[in-house]
């Protein structure tokens, strides 16, 4: 196995073409979860236009491409998923039956240590590093919205029949309920990103707007388009103003939700739920097969999900003493926040402090 690390710029159209024939592909050769939108070059492109040090490594045997590695690197060898933090979707991507050796990987690419926190399903030896697994809810339309919704109906009908009701009542109070699912208009993502940074200060959670690479990333990749990715922006409208909205990624066969919000004004009316069921009809009209909503218990997600795929954290280090300073630092973080996601009991008090401390932040800005 051959492997040489490129810097984003320096990676080749034929690489960049072989990349994603290979994601086009995932979902015949048994790995969907490669197919993920977050695991495209155009995704890790876009992050390196507005983040230091990433590189892509690429595997090859026989000359040929068979393995496509995005990272992040430090100075000191740290390593990190591509957009750790606010990518859902990460590991190597593959032809069928590679197999490669952790430890000759991270080598290569000159990391002591590798760190993932949405790793994807069954990719071993990275898997070997993960210290726990969390779900990710699906909504799987590859059988028609007809079919998707009769399993909602099916396994939550009295959310079903409260949903459907709620937007009939929205457009006869409001006026007529349009929707758009690829709204090309800046205007309404950049009312989306209004929205979002609400929503994160009214609960108290970091407001990620507020980093001006995350807004560069959303923005770059809103006006990225190429054969299958795109970044896709759904709106809901009701008497022509938006209520609702969503930005996420697309690939061939694989919509990955990240950005949802809506107009508080409007919150009677349930208007992010009444998006998702129309993204869902729009997407399986699109050719999609399934609606990844991302890992995170929300109470919609399970509301909405057929299924559950699992993603990863940890990280896979050789024997290096800043693989082992970045473990001692990283580790106590994550087992305490994990410990609390993961407990009603200590997640729900939790969750009204920062509530009630976003609260006052916005009473007093």
Request: glycine share 8%; with cysteine.
């Amino acid at each position: 196995m051959d492997i040489s690390v490129y810097r984003p710029g320096e990676l080749s159209a034929a690489d960049r073409a072989a990349w994603t024939s290979l994601q086009s592909k995932a979902h015949l050769q048994g790995s969907p979860e490669l197919a993920n939108p977050f695991l495209s070059p155009e995704f890790a492109l876009a992050v390196g236009h507005h983040r230091r040090g990433v590189r892509i490594a690429v595997a090859r045997e026989d000359g040929e491409p068979a393995a496509f590695f995005p990272f992040q690197r430090s100075a000191t060898g740290v390593g990190r998923a591509v957009g750790l933090g606010v990518s859902d979707a990460q590991g190597l991507v593959h032809r069928p039956g590679f197999a490669f050796d952790a430890q000759e990987l991270l080598r290569a690419c000159g990391l002591a240590v590798w760190e993932f926190d949405h790793l994807v399903e069954g990719r071993q030896p990275f898997a070997s590093g993960a210290t726990a697994s969390f779900p990710s809810p699906v909504m799987d339309v590859d059988q028609g919205y007809a079919a998707y919704l009769a399993h909602l109906r099916a396994q939550a009908p009295k959310f079903t029949r409260t949903t459907l009701a709620k937007e009939r009542r929205l457009g006869r109070d409001a006026g007529e309920v349009r929707y758009v699912h690829d709204e090309r208009d800046p205007a309404a993502l950049r009312t989306l990103m209004g929205w979002k940074s609400a929503q994160y200060r009214r609960t108290g959670r970091s407001d990620r707007f507020a980093h001006a690479w995350i807004t560069g990333l959303v923005e770059r990749l809103f006006h990225t388009r190429s054969e299958p990715f795109a970044g896709v922006l759904s709106v809901l409208y009701a008497g022509g103003r938006p209520i609702a909205a969503h930005f996420g990624l697309r690939s061939e066969r694989v919509l990955a939700c990240w950005f949802p919000a809506y107009d508080p004004a409007f919150s009677k009316y349930s208007p992010g739920l009444v998006l998702h069921l129309r993204m869902a009809e729009a997407a399986a009209a699109d050719g999609i097969a399934h609606l990844d909503l991302g890992r995170g218990h929300k109470e919609y997600k399970d509301s909405l999900k057929t299924r559950e795929i699992f993603v990863s954290e940890g990280w896979v280090t050789r024997r290096h003493p800043v693989a082992l300073g970045h473990r001692a630092r990283r580790a106590p973080v994550r087992a305490l926040r994990n410990t609390v996601q993961s407990r009603p009991e200590l997640f729900e008090p939790a969750d009204r402090i920062l509530k009630r401390m976003g609260s006052i932040r916005a009473r007093n800005t």
